[in-house]
T-cell receptor
Framework: GQQLNQSPQSMFIQEGEDVSMNCTSS?????WLWYKQDPGEGPVLLIA?????ELTSNGRLTAQFGITRKDSFLNISASIPSDVGIYFC?????????????FGKGTKLSVKP | DTEVTQTPKHLVMGMTNKKSLKCEQH?????MYWYKQKAKKPPELMFV???????INESVPSRFSPECPNSSLLNLHLHALQPEDSALYLC?????????FGSGTRLTVV
């Protein structure tokens, strides 16, 4: 089945630093999504990307849909303590017979004040 | 209303108990999902309901029994669970692209 490789697995950074994480796939998707999950809570959608090459921002977050449709990255600028959590990428082929989300394994972000 | 509401938040049950998890959404989403999530792992898909009909069962053991009484409600009936079934159970709904997740039920089987 489809698998997503998400890296890094974990990051420990200083408050104010920028963060970058990425996701690659062995097959193409027509939609890429980035979720954040706080402990004991469900994942919350941060950014959705719909077109190859698309660059989308949401506050301090910026994500891009790779031109090959097999990858995506998420950048967080000027990190703050509340950015702590696990970030999951997810690919989806919306409209296909198997349009379910395929999740990456997650990037655990820790921010030191 | 842009939320998926799950109850209970926490559940402890014995291996001989029968319990149910509940999920509710009022966003008009016609697809609803159950996921199981172990610590430090991504969510794993269990069941998909589309227009109130079960469309995907990811080879889940029969001790987990889903039910979709109407387009807003999704239940997961639990019976004779094992300690390894302890996990965070997430419900989600979707109108197509991307899913909205509930906060989950933390299940502990003793």
């Amino acid at each position: 089945g489809q698998q997503l490789n998400q890296s890094p697995q974990s990051m420990f950074i200083q408050e104010g630093e920028d963060v970058s994480m990425n996701c690659t796939s062995s097959s193409i998707f027509n939609t890429w999504l980035w979720y954040k999950q706080d402990p004991g809570e469900g994942p919350v959608l941060l950014i959705a990307l719909y077109k190859a090459g698309e660059l989308t921002s949401n506050g301090r977050l910026t994500a891009q849909f790779g031109i090959t449709r097999k990858d995506s990255f998420l950048n967080i600028s000027a990190s703050i303590p509340s950015d702590v959590g696990i970030y999951f990428c997810a690919g989806q082929n919306y409209g296909g017979s198997q349009g379910n989300l395929i999740f990456g394994k997650g990037t655990k972000l820790s921010v030191k004040p | 209303d842009t939320e998926v509401t799950q109850t209970p938040k926490h559940l402890v049950m014995g291996m001989t108990n029968k319990k149910s998890l509940k999920c509710e959404q009022h966003m008009g989403h016609r697809a609803m999902y159950w996921y199981k999530q172990k610590a430090k792992k991504p969510p794993e898909l269990m069941f998909v309901y589309s227009y109130e009909k079960l469309s995907i069962n990811e080879s889940v053991p029969s001790r987990f029994s889903p039910e979709c009484p109407n387009s807003s409600l999704l239940n997961l009936h639990l019976h004779a669970l094992q300690p390894e079934d302890s996990a965070l159970y997430l419900c989600a709904s979707s109108h197509g692209v991307g899913y909205t997740f509930g906060s989950g039920t933390r299940l502990t089987v003793v």
